[in-house]
């Protein structure tokens, strides 16, 4: 209990995540610290006591339910105020304590105008100022249905839950209790309560997920029985280590383009992935690829090979009750009957997958991955998996010109080893300077023994494609009259430095064996580390200056 009695240290976008993580403790933290202020916004709309008082407990259960949606934490505060003067605006809409007609000073400021709050863009108050000098509020017919189909939809959701769920939902929603005063209420343990709560949340997200799924394969049979399948062929298979996921999901894909022509290292090395490093600042843990803005840097990079590429989503949680998910399910189908293969993220495992059909009728997608080709349920992307959303489609291949590939690919590689990308996260360093953190990481004992291991195993997956595709370039080079013969000497010695860091990550990975990790909690095979990551970041400097020297050539 030392952690829940530390949560008042905490800040606002901390709190926020631990809550979208399952922490009912956060979220209450959030609600006692911002309960005054979010009444006033309600009072602001409401003008009138107890219609704010009811307006703000609807408000945060609207909020708990929906906190999973909220993409930036650190703009809560202002999430809250929307969704709190929305439910205002809404039961004013309704009437209130006044019916139809309320005083001019309900509505009136100062000056005259609405108090209608730009901020506020989900609703508007459509009124007029009658000879009576009340506002007479114009009714919309279709909002008025919109509105009851929610309410009902909520009361159907509410009444799934047991007895015991339902109770200890409404008060601590609506009543604002505390877990402790809950449990008091119940007599049991403030422990029972948090996971009563937990579980109720859950259950009302699957079921708010099972409801939209249901409506939207509905629509998209057009109200019909049968619903619409599609699955493209496979003509290869899916191998490789697991370090390398997406380039393997993008070479796997590539099976459905005609006439491209990419090989494993051609793709790492082209989208400069074979060379990027990201460490977290805090932690040495196996999370690297969080560390990387996933639509920017992949889209970006598929590009660069000459792909259309779309994507939703971006790697964060989303909540089972989330749009998101909906939106996310017809992107997928719509590349897929476009005849477009989808990458996708966190389906049973930790890394990237293929999608290459889907089927309505039976609710699941057929995928490969680093699992055995399946079909997968649809409840996998989303809540009965990850929720970490992100699916990508290559899009069209159009083709490209070699020498403006290169030139791109070069001047993001040294970008990045230089730390100079926009795509970046605060809490990660990157390139040559994420070196320096890692090895103070590893000096201080702040590494899990597993999770470093990933750390070394794939960065040193990465190194070997990298030295691979230098290889290839060096033969590349020829092609270009002019400077082709300097080119090929300088992708060899950029070959040869990143042989010697390659050479420098085997005995790393002997040093750091996957999946245990070594004996890292020993000084001297932590100080050995050091020096090891102290030679490999000098040999890619070097590296590095070699193509910096090619793309002076190349421009």
Same mark, same amino acid.
């Given at each position: 209990?030392?952690?829940?009695?530390?949560?008042?240290?905490?800040?606002?976008?901390?709190?926020v995540?631990?809550?979208?993580?399952?922490?009912?403790?956060?979220?209450n933290?959030l609600?006692?610290?911002?309960?005054?202020r979010?009444?006033?916004?309600s009072?602001?709309?409401?003008?009138?006591?107890? $219609?704010?008082?009811?307006?703000?407990?609807e408000?945060?259960?609207?909020?708990?339910?929906m906190?999973?949606?909220?993409?930036?934490?650190?703009?809560?505060?202002?999430?809250?105020?929307?969704?709190?003067?929305n439910?205002a605006?809404?039961?004013?809409? *309704?009437?209130g304590?006044?019916?139809?007609?309320? @005083?001019?000073?309900?509505?009136?400021?100062?000056?005259?105008?609405?108090?209608?709050?730009?901020?506020?863009?989900?609703w508007? $108050?459509? /009124?007029?100022?009658?000879?009576?000098?009340?506002?007479?509020?114009?009714?919309?017919?279709?909002e008025?249905?919109? *509105?009851?189909?929610?309410?009902?939809?909520?009361?159907?959701l509410?009444?799934?839950?047991?007895?015991?769920?339902?109770?200890?939902?409404?008060?601590?929603?609506?009543?604002q209790?505390?877990p +402790?005063?809950? /449990?008091?209420?119940?007599?049991?343990?403030?422990?029972?309560?948090?996971?009563?709560?937990?579980?109720s949340?859950?259950?009302?997200?699957m079921l708010?997920?099972? %409801?939209?799924?249901?409506h939207y394969?509905?629509?998209?049979?057009?109200?019909?029985?049968?619903?619409?399948?599609k +699955?493209?062929?496979i003509?290869?298979?899916?191998? =490789?280590?697991?370090?390398?996921?997406?380039?393997?999901?993008?070479?796997? /894909?590539t +099976?459905y383009?005609?006439?491209?022509p990419?090989?494993? @290292? +051609?793709?790492?090395?082209?989208?400069?992935l074979a060379?990027?490093l990201?460490?977290?600042?805090?932690?040495?843990?196996?999370?690297?690829?969080?560390?990387?803005?996933? @639509?920017?840097?992949?889209?970006?990079?598929?590009?660069?090979?000459?792909?259309? @590429?779309?994507?939703?989503g971006?790697?964060?949680k989303?909540?089972?009750?989330?749009d998101?998910?909906?939106e996310?399910?017809?992107?997928?189908?719509q590349?897929?009957?476009?005849?477009?293969?989808?990458i996708?993220?966190?389906?049973?495992?930790?890394y990237?997958?293929?999608?290459?059909?889907?089927?309505?009728?039976?609710?699941?997608?057929?995928?490969?991955?680093?699992?055995?080709?399946t079909?997968?349920?649809?409840?996998? $992307?989303?809540?009965?998996?990850?929720?970490?959303l992100?699916? $990508?489609?290559?899009? *069209?291949?159009? =083709?490209?010109a070699q020498q403006?590939?290169?030139?791109a #690919?070069?001047?993001?590689?040294i970008?990045?080893?230089?730390?100079?990308?926009?795509?970046?996260?605060?809490?990660?360093?990157?390139?040559?300077? #994420?070196?320096?953190?890692?090895m103070?990481?590893?000096a201080?004992?702040?590494?899990?023994?597993?999770?470093?291991?990933?750390l070394?195993w794939?960065?040193?997956?990465s190194?070997?494609?990298?030295?691979?595709?230098?290889?290839e370039?060096?033969?590349?080079?020829t092609?270009?009259?002019?400077?082709? %013969?300097?080119l090929?000497?300088l992708?060899?010695e950029?070959?040869?430095a990143y042989?010697?860091?390659?050479?420098?990550?085997?005995?790393?990975?002997?040093?750091?064996?996957?999946?245990?990790?070594g004996?890292?909690?020993r000084?001297?095979?932590?100080?050995e580390?050091?020096?090891?990551?102290?030679?490999?970041?000098?040999?890619?400097?070097?590296?590095?200056?070699?193509?910096?020297?090619?793309?002076?050539?190349?421009?």
């Amino acid at each position: 209990m030392q952690w829940i009695d530390r949560y008042h240290e905490l800040m606002d976008e901390e709190l926020v995540r631990l809550a979208q993580s399952g922490s009912d403790t956060a979220y209450n933290e959030l609600i006692q610290r911002h309960r005054g202020r979010m009444l006033r916004w309600s009072l602001e709309v409401t003008r009138e006591t107890y $219609l704010a008082e009811d307006v703000l407990q609807e408000s945060m259960l609207r909020a708990y339910m929906m906190l999973g949606t909220l993409r930036m934490p650190e703009k809560f505060l202002g999430w809250m105020k929307r969704i709190v003067r929305n439910r205002a605006y809404r039961a004013v809409r *309704r009437g209130g304590p006044y019916a139809k007609e309320l @005083p001019f000073a309900a509505y009136a400021n100062g000056d005259g105008s609405s108090g209608y709050d730009e901020e506020t863009t989900e609703w508007r $108050l459509h /009124a007029r100022l009658s000879a009576s000098g009340t506002f007479q509020l114009d009714d919309n017919p279709l909002e008025r249905l919109m *509105r009851r189909e929610n309410e009902q939809s909520l009361h159907r959701l509410l009444r799934q839950l047991n007895r015991k769920e339902r109770g200890m939902l409404e008060e601590f929603a609506f009543y604002q209790r505390t877990p +402790q005063e809950i /449990a008091s209420l119940y007599d049991t343990s403030s422990n029972n309560v948090y996971t009563t709560l937990s579980r109720s949340r859950r259950k009302l997200q699957m079921l708010t997920y099972q %409801t939209k799924l249901t409506h939207y394969l509905k629509e998209r049979s057009g109200g019909g029985e049968t619903g619409r399948s599609k +699955q493209l062929g496979i003509d290869s298979l899916y191998f =490789g280590e697991i370090w390398d996921s997406f380039a393997l999901c993008v070479l796997h /894909a590539t +099976q459905y383009k005609e006439n491209v022509p990419y090989t494993l @290292p +051609q793709i790492m090395g082209r989208t400069g992935l074979a060379f990027r490093l990201q460490v977290k600042r805090t932690v040495i843990d196996d999370n690297a690829v969080k560390g990387i803005h996933w @639509p920017a840097v992949y889209q970006k990079a598929l590009r660069r090979l000459g792909f259309q @590429p779309a994507s939703i989503g971006d790697g964060q949680k989303v909540s089972s009750a989330s749009d998101k998910l909906m939106e996310a399910y017809s992107f997928v189908q719509q590349s897929l009957d476009g005849g477009h293969p989808v990458i996708v993220w966190g389906i049973r495992v930790g890394y990237f997958a293929l999608i290459h059909g889907y089927d309505d009728n039976l609710r699941c997608f057929h995928m490969t991955g680093l699992f055995e080709g399946t079909r997968i349920p649809y409840e996998e $992307l989303g809540p009965a998996g990850s929720s970490e959303l992100f699916v $990508l489609s290559l899009g *069209r291949y159009a =083709g490209t010109a070699q020498q403006d590939t290169l030139i791109a #690919a070069l001047t993001d590689i040294i970008e990045h080893a230089e730390g100079m990308e926009s795509s970046r996260y605060p809490e990660y360093e990157y390139g040559l300077a #994420a070196y320096s953190v890692w090895m103070s990481g590893l000096a201080a004992g702040k590494a899990d023994p597993c999770e470093h291991a990933h750390l070394v195993w794939s960065t040193a997956s990465s190194r070997y494609f990298a030295y691979q595709f230098l290889v290839e370039l060096k033969q590349e080079c020829t092609r270009y009259r002019a400077v082709g %013969t300097r080119l090929a000497e300088l992708a060899g010695e950029a070959a040869a430095a990143y042989m010697e860091a390659l050479s420098d990550y085997q005995k790393l990975k002997r040093l750091f064996p996957f999946p245990h990790g070594g004996l890292i909690d020993r000084h001297e095979v932590r100080d050995e580390g050091v020096e090891l990551l102290r030679s490999i970041r000098e040999a890619e400097c070097r590296g590095i200056n070699k193509l910096k020297l090619m793309l002076q050539l190349l421009s």
